[in-house]
């Protein structure tokens, strides 16, 4: 007889940082929805982010729980109430923040032995290595929640294995070999696996590489149609389960689920609505450039000046971190923000990102690129505007840029230090941030064209999440892997643990 899927209980452990944790409880709702209940385990201030969202979610119905565990500050050496990386005073401390993290093994063990339902599956974020010790503990399987999409994914399995950015200057272009197409990259661009800096975690990103082969399987924030022959040959040369069942973004149907997505936006939503229900379709430009960076106070000013300059109206999202003194001191003396109050909206601290992206009048998005952004900007429809910073952002880029065809450059050519937030010796100029905006809002044909391409993805991206649609299938497999996998457990009379 077949398990009843509520019977299945999938635990959620996200890595504490909003483009990680918004995306697994936009997957904890995906998996309640058809049947499974979902835990999520998290820490009291980050619940506090996610509680209206989540206890919506319940009182809709959905079975999910949140499993709260303190997390250990003191202990590792941050300061209080830093339980998440956005709230970092500095990426000086992100191995303290790591070794925080690793301390939750033991007390989150130790409630999963007393969890009912017994736990049938952990999916947890990549950088939580210690989660292969607690999935061999507990004898269950783990999938991986990488973040990424599978273009990523192939770009780093070569690279791993070419090591041709090794051979090259730093400056020059190289092809990554054994790719769908012809892609290129210099070693300046590429995230800091492959091109150290002054964040020196080499010793946690091979500790994640190794922890990451030896999964179950892997979830993935994408969707087929997106990037087929990609998911394909990450699919091939894994040789192990990869399941794209996104963009999860998708599943706040919600103006509200919208609106409170990943922290409470530090703007009234009515009067953000508003203002964007003043613009004619199409015709604004949303500039956020994620949670984690903090641009410089001079890049900041050629950012502002650049949009300033395009003579569209925008909404340009800050986040000074550090920096805010300076950067608020600027835009006072300046004048910017009294120069562009009739078609400037300025938001400081959170924005309702896809509240935001999902309206009419979003013509175009400036963004870093991370992959939460570009898939949200992918399902709005919009073409991009692409600013990369670290990580795999440069990926990202490329991929909307030749692949999809729907975004333009500002040009930044190299990966930002975490720490400094600086490229050294290399600044996106104003000018070059009205290029591409002018580019993107172009009316003429090749901006037809791109708009057009966008629109459709978006398209694309709703239809997979629909009853009958790739990411819908994929959930559906998924879940009944993990049901037969638990029914052949319970059923072995050695008990040996199959995964
Ligand atoms: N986000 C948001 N409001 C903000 C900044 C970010 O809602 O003011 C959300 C955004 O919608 C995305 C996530 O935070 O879901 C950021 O993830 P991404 O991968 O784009 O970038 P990261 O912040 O990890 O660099």
């Known amino acids: 007889m077949a398990l009843l899927p509520e019977m299945l209980n999938f635990v959620l452990i996200p ?9 697994m409880i936009d997957m904890a709702k995906l998996f309640a929805d058809r049947g499974v209940i979902v835990t999520i385990v998290t ?33 590792a050496g941050l300061p209080v109430g830093c339980e998440s990386a956005d709230t970092l005073p500095s990426y000086k401390l992100i ?12 007390p989150l063990e130790q409630m999963l032995r007393r969890l009912q339902p017994a736990p049938s599956c952990i999916i947890c974020d990549k950088h939580l290595t210690w989660t292969a010790d607690l999935s061999n503990n507990l004898q269950i399987p783990r999938i991986v929640f990488d973040g990424m999409s599978c ?8 690279l791993y294995i070419s090591k041709v950015h090794e051979t090259v200057p730093e400056s020059e272009p190289f092809v990554v070999p054994s790719l769908p197409d012809r892609i290129e990259f210099t070693k300046l661009q590429l995230p800091g696996m492959f091109n150290p800096s002054s964040l020196d975690v080499h010793d946690i990103r091979e500790q994640i590489r190794v922890t990451e082969k030896q999964c179950y399987g892997m979830v993935v924030n994408s969707f087929e149609d997106l990037e087929q022959r990609y998911v394909d040959e990450f699919r091939n040369i894994r040789g192990r389960k990869v399941w794209c069942i996104g963009p999860l973004s998708l599943f706040n149907r919600e103006n509200l689920d919208k609106a409170q997505r990943g922290n409470k936006a530090s703007i009234d939503t009515n009067q953000c609505l508003r203002w964007l229900d003043s613009h004619k379709p199409d015709s604004v430009i949303y500039a956020c450039l994620g949670s984690l960076s903090r641009l410089t106070p001079s890049q900041f000013i050629e950012l502002a000046l650049g949009l300033e300059a395009s003579n569209y109206p925008f909404i340009l999202v800050i986040k000074g971190g550090e920096k805010t003194e300076e950067i608020e001191k600027w835009i006072l003396e300046d004048g910017f923000e009294e120069r562009t109050k009739e078609r400037g909206l300025l938001i400081r601290g959170w924005a309702p990102q896809v509240l935001i992206l999902s309206h009419s009048s979003i ?44 975004g333009v450059r500002v040009g930044a050519e190299a990966v930002v230090d975490l720490i400094s937030q600086e490229r050294p ?20 044909k090749k901006g037809c064209e791109r708009r057009e391409k966008a629109k459709k993805l978006k398209e694309l991206a709703k239809r997979s999440v629909e009853e009958g649609g790739s990411s819908y299938l994929n959930t559906t497999l998924l879940i009944q892997d993990i049901e037969q996998l638990v029914k052949k457990n319970k059923q072995s009379t050695q008990g040996s643990f199959i995964t």
Not at 15 to 23: F, N, R
Not at 57 to 70: D, M, T, W, Y
Not at 95 to 102: L, Q, S
Request: charged letters at 20%; a neutral charge; glycine letters at 8%.
């Open 425 to 444: 010796g290399m600044k996106v100029m104003k000018d070059e941030v009205k290029a591409a905006i002018d580019m993107v809002m172009d009316k003429g």
């Open 151 to 158: 273009f990523t994914q192939l770009i780093v399995h070569h």
């Open 363 to 406: 013509g175009g998005f400036l963004t870093h690129c991370g992959w939460n952004s570009t898939l949200e900007g992918i399902c709005s429809g919009v073409p991009l505007i692409t600013w990369p910073l670290f990580a795999e952002q440069f990926f990202n880029e490329k991929l909307v840029v030749q692949i999809l065809g729907t």
């Open 15 to 23: 890595l504490m940082a909003p483009g990680h944790m918004i995306p």
């Open 43 to 75: 820490t009291p201030l980050n619940a506090i982010r996610f509680n209206a969202v989540i206890d919506r979610a319940i009182s809709s119905g959905l079975p999910i729980r949140l499993l709260q565990l303190r997390f250990p500050c003191e202990e």
């Open 95 to 106: 191995r303290n923040f790591y070794d925080a993290a690793k301390m939750l093994q033991k």
